[in-house]
């Protein structure tokens, strides 16, 4: 069954700290990730996206990591800024049609 | 601004009502994806569309209609609504249909409420 764990599942943080969320997969067939930013009652926005064979990938303060053959991503924010606060979710694709199984996401609130 | 559009932003209705969502995608895109969010769980793939043709079909419930127009615009049709149908709908479109970079393009979002 394709399953997608997230954590932490919620998370508060200062800004300008640093922080890292995290992603197991369990996806068949798999050949990409992605990472989304959800503000709330917004829909989703890409971040990144990463084939199988990328092991990292940055958008400006945003960095993914991945490896394939444990089934862990990781989303690292750098210097959180207010307008960080959102849900990041994780969300691994594959196989002919690249279905994409989304996570429920981590919840981020950046504090003044 | 991702350049998708849904309509109605907000829908309120009763059980066994039918009910329309819209969608237009972005200028050039040729595929259509639907999705339901209901509180506290992941988005929930319900069908995808390409060039007017159904391409992939995920857990969309019997209940549940959607089609592609020849401009391209899709419609979800959801009838003999329920308690449970109360949720974000969200349309997504993308340039090509699969592959592995296809970046997916949100709408802000239908509210659903059935009362």
């Known amino acids: 069954k394709n399953q997608v764990e997230q954590s932490p599942q919620s998370l508060i943080i200062l800004e300008g700290k640093n922080c890292t969320l995290q992603?197991?997969?369990?996806?068949?067939?798999?050949?990409?990730l992605r990472w989304y930013k959800q503000d709330t009652g917004r829909g989703p926005v890409s971040l990144t996206i990463?084939?199988?064979?990328?092991n990292t990938k940055s958008n400006g303060r945003y960095t993914a990591t991945l490896d394939a053959d444990t089934k862990q991503s990781s989303l690292h924010i750098t210097a959180s800024q207010l307008s960080d606060s959102a849900s990041y979710i994780c969300?691994?694709?594959?196989?002919?049609?690249?279905?994409?199984?989304f996570g429920t996401g981590t919840l981020l609130a950046v504090q003044p | 601004d991702s350049g998708v559009t849904q309509t109605p932003k907000h829908l309120i209705t009763a059980t066994g009502q039918r009910v329309t969502l819209r969608c237009s995608p972005r200028?050039?895109?040729?595929?259509v994806y639907w999705y339901q969010q209901s509180l506290d769980q992941g988005l929930q793939f319900l069908i995808q569309?390409?060039?007017?043709?159904?391409?992939a079909k995920g857990n969309i419930l019997e209940r549940f209609s959607a089609q592609q127009f020849p401009d391209l615009h899709s419609e979800l049709n959801l009838s003999s609504l329920e308690l449970g149908d109360s949720a974000l709908y969200f349309c997504?479109?993308?340039?090509?249909?699969?592959?592995?970079?296809?970046?997916?393009?949100f709408g802000a979002g239908t509210r659903l409420s059935v009362l």
């Open positions: 997504a479109s993308s340039v090509e249909g699969r592959g592995p970079k296809n970046i997916q393009y």
């Open positions: 569309y390409y060039n007017g043709e159904e391409r």
């Open positions: 969300v691994p694709g594959g196989g002919a049609t690249n279905k994409l199984i």
């Open positions: 992603c197991n997969y369990t996806v068949s067939p798999f050949s990409n």
């Open positions: 990463m084939t199988f064979s990328e």
């Open positions: 200028s050039g895109d040729l595929s």
